[in-house]
C-alpha cells in the first residue's frame, strides 16, 4: 500500500508565503515524476508544477516566478514553496506521484489553501 501524506496548508494573507510537502511512503520501487496539481472551487483540477527524477521542472504560467517546486530523493518527499501568493491561488493542493515498474499514479488527499485578507 502507498501513502502520499500532504502538510503545509492553511489561511494566508496576499502577497504571504507557504511551503506545502508531500511524503511518499509504503511499498514503492521507484518514484519518477512528482506534481502538484490544484483544484478551486468551480474549476477543473490544473497542473501547477512538476518535477522529473534528474530535476528539470515545469510550471503553469500563472505561477512561474513565484513557485519552486523541489524534491528531497532520500526522503520521497516533494515540496511547493509559494510566494507573493494571490487570490486566485486559493484551491486544494494535490501532490501526485508517478512510480515505476510497474506503472502507478497516486494522488494526495488535498489540502486547502486559502488566499485572503
Known amino acids: 500500500q502507498v501513502h502520499l501524506v500532504e502538510s503545509g496548508g492553511g489561511l494566508v494573507q496576499p502577497g504571504g508565503s507557504l511551503r506545502l510537502s508531500c511524503t511518499v511512503s509504503g511499498r514503492i520501487s521507484s518514484i519518477g515524476h512528482m506534481a502538484w496539481h490544484r483544484q478551486a472551487p468551480g474549476k477543473e483540477r490544473e497542473l501547477v508544477a512538476v518535477?522529473?527524477?534528474?530535476?528539470?521542472?515545469h510550471y503553469a504560467e500563472s505561477v512561474k516566478d513565484r513557485f519552486t517546486i523541489s524534491r528531497d530523493n532520500a526522503k520521497n518527499t516533494v515540496y511547493l514553496q509559494m510566494n507573493s501568493l494571490k487570490v486566485e491561488d486559493t484551491a486544494v493542493y494535490y501532490c501526485?506521484?508517478?512510480?515505476?515498474?510497474?506503472?502507478?499514479?497516486?494522488w494526495g488527499q488535498g489540502t486547502q489553501v486559502t488566499v485572503s485578507s
Open positions: 501526485y506521484v508517478y512510480t515505476f515498474p510497474p506503472a502507478r499514479d497516486y
Open positions: 518535477i522529473v527524477s534528474t530535476g528539470n521542472t
